[in-house]
């Protein structure tokens, strides 16, 4: 278990090549790209989405991993929750694994909610986009940037809905968490509409099911 902390920026679309640029400057190199496909997991009755977690598979370019987070808080952009990742041997979540790494953690209420989710779970929206990266140095810290592009997608009664993703995510791998807001407000600074975004892609996912 780790607890993720990073910053949400939304970017408007005409500053996505500005950003891009930004970042291969402070960084001195063109970012890694990546596509990420990511499929997300409940039960009919929504019980994570009532514990405020969130279960998603993601396919990347080394292999599929589940990933597990708490709703944790979000304020000014920033997020801070618990998060279990693991790898997994295919397109098939493995509830058991999480479960014990829940129980080891001694977060009995998260693992209540996935072990009474865990025989009813189906797929229910997909967040694929491309992610571009870049490990930044600021003061003492390391943080990883990241531009994500791409969509959200949702088949509700027959019906594919889609909402995009243009963002960008600051996430803290070492150091004081005082060099993320640093690093956003520089970055807000610079690149016109630049604004936090409180809600996570799993929450938009949920939301663009309801609407």
């Known amino acids: 278990m780790a607890i993720e ?8 679309r005409d500053a996505v090549d500005a950003a891009l640029r930004l970042f291969a400057s402070r960084a001195g190199t063109a970012g890694r790209a990546v596509r990420l496909e990511n499929i997300y997991f409940d039960t009919p009755a929504l019980t994570l989405a009532r514990a405020k ?8 370019p080394d292999g599929w991993l589940q990933t597990f987070k708490t709703a944790g808080v979000a304020q000014n952009g920033l997020h801070a929750r618990h998060e279990w990742e693991m790898p997994v041997a295919g ?27 865990a025989s ?9 986009f ?28 027959g019906e594919t809905r889609r909402t995009p993703i243009c963002e960008i995510e600051l996430e803290l791998k070492a150091g004081d968490e ?33 609407n």
Not at 187 to 210: C, D, F, M, V
């Open 5 to 12: 902390r990073e910053i949400k920026l939304a970017l408007p």
């Open 53 to 60: 977690s969130a279960l998603r598979l993601r396919r990347t």
């Open 91 to 117: 397109e098939a979540l493995e509830t058991a694994r999480l479960l014990r790494e829940c129980d080891d953690a001694g977060v009995a209420d998260v693992a209540t909610a996935l072990a009474d989710a």
């Open 120 to 128: 009813e779970l189906i797929a229910l929206f997909r967040t694929d």
């Open 130 to 157: 491309t992610r571009t990266l870049w490990m930044l140095a600021v003061d003492d810290a390391q943080i990883e940037a990241a531009v994500d592009q791409g969509e959200i997608t949702a088949n509700v009664n």
């Open 178 to 210: 005082a060099a993320l807001h640093k690093l956003a407000a520089q970055l807000t600074a610079e690149l016109p509409g630049l604004s936090p975004e409180n809600i996570s892609k799993a929450q938009r996912g949920y939301r663009l099911r309801e």
